[in-house]
């Protein structure tokens, strides 16, 4: 069974940092590219990034509101994807879920893990 | 960046049909846009419904299907149910970064 499992959010102070984290199990978690997508409360989901499999480059992709503050990477033998968020503002007070993009394991999602950045 | 439309609220009946509509500031939605479909319950996590236009996960329920008309991409819904009720989310992929539609919300009534 595919789960993937996010670790990490709490509360931090603007201009903080917090590293997040997502577990995979039920699948080669080197396999496929990966993405964060984020909620604000109330709000639509919103892309974050993504991270593409070492064999296709490895390379990671961000939205714009994010980019020179967020980073992504996989440790593929740890079967965990991070997500390092610098400089926090209140606008990133948000549900971050992450997400399996392949459709060959299907497109799974986390349950989530809440950050919130108060005012 | 390119903005994705989505209808904010439909309402169907139960056993109704329901077209719900995702387009692209930039013109005309196509396969290469790479459309998903995804839905989301109160409290709970999206799920991924559709794929790369019209494919279907293994969970997707057959009445749900996906399409491209008239220039955007359709997530059509065939004799709804009432656990169908819920926000549908669409995204679209411009060579690179993934951009998600507003949401619809969908009541079954």
């Known amino acids: 069974e595919v789960q993937l499992v996010e670790y990490g959010g709490g509360l931090v102070t603007p201009g903080g940092s917090l590293r997040l984290s997502c577990v995979g199990s039920?699948?080669?978690?080197?396999?496929?590219?990966m993405s964060w997508v984020r909620q604000a409360p109330g709000k639509g989901l919103e892309w974050v990034g993504r991270?593409?499999?070492?064999?296709?480059?490895?390379?990671?992709e961000y939205a714009a509101i994010v980019k020179d503050r967020f980073t992504i990477s996989r440790h593929d033998s740890k079967n965990t994807l991070y997500l390092q968020m610098n400089n926090l503002k209140t606008e990133d007070t948000a549900v971050y879920y992450c997400?399996?993009?392949?459709?060959?394991?299907?497109?799974?999602w986390g349950q989530g893990t809440l950050v919130t950045v108060p005012s | 960046q390119a903005v994705v439309t989505q209808e904010p609220s439909l309402t169907v009946s139960p056993g109704g049909t329901v077209t719900l509509t995702c387009g692209s500031s930039?013109?005309?939605?196509?396969?290469?846009?790479?459309p998903y479909w995804f839905q989301q319950k109160p409290g709970q996590a999206p799920r991924t419904l559709i794929y790369?236009?019209?494919n279907k996960e293994p969970w997707t329920p057959v009445r749900f299907s996906g399409s491209l008309l008239g220039g955007k991409a359709v997530l059509t819904l065939s004799g709804a149910q009432p656990e169908d009720e819920a926000d549908y989310y669409c995204?679209?992929?411009?060579?690179?970064?993934?951009?998600f539609g507003g949401g619809t919300k969908l009541t079954v009534l």
């Open positions: 995204s679209l992929l411009y060579s690179g970064p993934c951009v």
């Open positions: 991270i593409k499999r070492r064999g296709d480059g490895g390379t990671a």
């Open positions: 790369d236009t019209s």
């Open positions: 930039t013109g005309a939605v196509t396969s290469g846009h790479y």
């Open positions: 039920g699948f080669t978690f080197s396999d496929p590219w």
């Open positions: 997400r399996c993009d392949s459709s060959v394991i299907g497109l799974y």
